[in-house]
């Protein structure tokens, strides 16, 4: 006997389902790409906001149970999936094509600021996203040694249209990252003491004058601590959101709490909070209960572990991403939830101006 499937319904049905992560529907956030009905097999075609999608299983089956409610004769519903990363585009005024910046921060250094910055831009980039790294960590810019880069970038002076000089960097490029820093401008013995309107200064000219390309996604390591170079981005880009890196131990959390009243006062969307070093010494669990107490999104903890010192040390940050490192899944993990937080935001968001798209 043949079955007839409705396919007004099915559509229907589809379009309706709320997707578990953004909570909003598939047709308001326009992710139904096709479907296609043939006999009694049913296959679905979704476009995420982000390769970086937490957990397909589960959008999976919620369309799966939506085909059967609408027609209960249905057979086989396969969902396939691609992606389309957003993004605020704010970069524009300065000459910047990148999709979302966004920051990563902490209340005091040592939280392992740093190595959470360089994870997340390997962890997108695994995802198959186009990702620069961006070291303003002026204090104690160690990502270049983290991710082993050689070398310094190349700056060349160019004659512009209106015959002024203009500067041109080249970043390195590491394992497929655009890496910039800070530190390959300094020499690194020389104590640097830079005064707010300095690391403005310096950190306008780098992000100007780098030739980034276009990226989906561009992560900048701040300082710990202090609100000058916040406050310059923010006014400068218009930031996806700020990533806020804390250990489980209450002294860090609270360090953690001004930096999150920080970026309220400038103005910088917090996209949620980090636990870094959870386990047995530091304990856990703190920064989870600090994020529901104050209405932030918790993004997952990452456990305290010798390999990922050693790994940061030797330079190569990037073999914590090889498939039976330990570290991987709970990096990944995290990599996911602020790639679909800044898709959320995005949405919250919707009076940001689009400078330009992409
Ligand atoms: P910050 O940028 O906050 O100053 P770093 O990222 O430089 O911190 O980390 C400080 C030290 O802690 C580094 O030696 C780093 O390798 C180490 N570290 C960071 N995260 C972890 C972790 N989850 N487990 C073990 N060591 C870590």
Known sequence: MSVSLSEADI?????????????????QLQMVESIEIDGTNVRVCLELPTPAYPDRGRLTKLVQDAVAAASPGAGDVQVR???????????????LRVKNVVCVGSGKGGVGKSTVAACLAYGLKEFGAKVGLMDADVYGPSIPHMLGAQGRPLATDHQGADGQTVTRI???????????SMAFFV?????????????????TQFLKDTDWGELDYLIIDLPPGTGDVSLTLSQLLGLAG?????????VALLDAVKALNMYEQ?????????????????????????????GIRFLGEIPIEADIRIKGDEGRISALFSEDSPAR???????????IGIARQLLESPGLPTLEVL
Not at 187 to 203: C, I, S, T, Y
């Open 187 to 203: 020499e690194p013995e020389k104590a640097v003491v830079w005064r707010g309107p300095m690391l403005h200064r310096a950190l």
């Open 11 to 27: 559509t229907s049905k589809i379009h309706d389902v709320i997707d578990p992560e953004i909570g909003r529907s598939l047709s």
């Open 266 to 294: 400038v103005k910088v969307p917090v996209l949620g909070i980090v636990e870094n070093m959870s386990g047995e010494i530091f304990g856990r669990g703190g920064a989870k209960a600090k994020a529901a107490e104050l």
């Open 329 to 339: 899944p709970h990096l990944l993990s995290v990599c996911e939830q602020v790639a």
């Open 242 to 250: 700020a990533v806020v890196v804390c250990t489980p131990q209450q």
């Open 170 to 180: 080249e970043p390195i490029e590491v394992d497929g990252l655009k890496l910039m």
């Open 81 to 95: 999936f691609t992606s389309r990363i957003q993004g605020k585009n704010t970069g524009g005024s300065i000459g």
